[in-house]
């Protein structure tokens, strides 16, 4: 989806996940905010900055701000069980926006 509302024109947001299946038990060890947890976040992105880096190789340059999300992050400000991510639908039902 495209909203033009949510920069400045010129500029482009980009939000970029994995499923919601990364693996709880290794960040449930580490202290949110402490170098360890921080390193660990810039670690799993790196998957996320290669896969965007295919279609814009010189991104991390122009990035002008950048987040990177947790399974702690989205327990805490989110409610997830467990850092879960993604959509949520009842099984046996389409997902919401099938077919665009």
């Given at each position: 989806?495209?909203?033009?509302?949510?920069?400045?024109?010129?500029?482009?947001?980009?939000?970029?996940?994995?499923?919601?299946?990364?693996?709880?038990?290794?960040?449930?060890?580490?202290?949110?905010?402490?170098?360890?947890?921080?390193?660990?976040?810039?670690?799993?992105?790196?998957?996320?900055?290669k896969a965007v880096e295919r279609c814009i190789p010189d991104?991390?340059?122009?990035?002008?701000?950048?987040?990177?999300?947790?399974?702690?992050?989205?327990e805490a400000f989110l409610r997830r069980d467990r850092g879960?991510?993604?959509?949520?639908?009842?099984?046996?039902?389409?997902?919401?926006?099938?077919?665009?």
């Open positions: 989806f495209l909203d033009k509302s949510l920069c400045p024109e010129g500029k482009h947001v980009i939000h970029v996940y994995s499923s919601g299946g990364e693996p709880y038990e290794p960040w449930e060890k580490l202290e949110v905010g402490s170098p360890e947890y921080e390193a660990y976040k810039e670690e799993r992105a790196e998957v996320l900055w991104i991390r340059d122009r990035v002008e701000f950048s987040i990177i999300g947790s399974p702690l992050a989205h879960t991510y993604g959509m949520a639908w009842a099984a046996g039902t389409s997902a919401p926006h099938a077919g665009l």
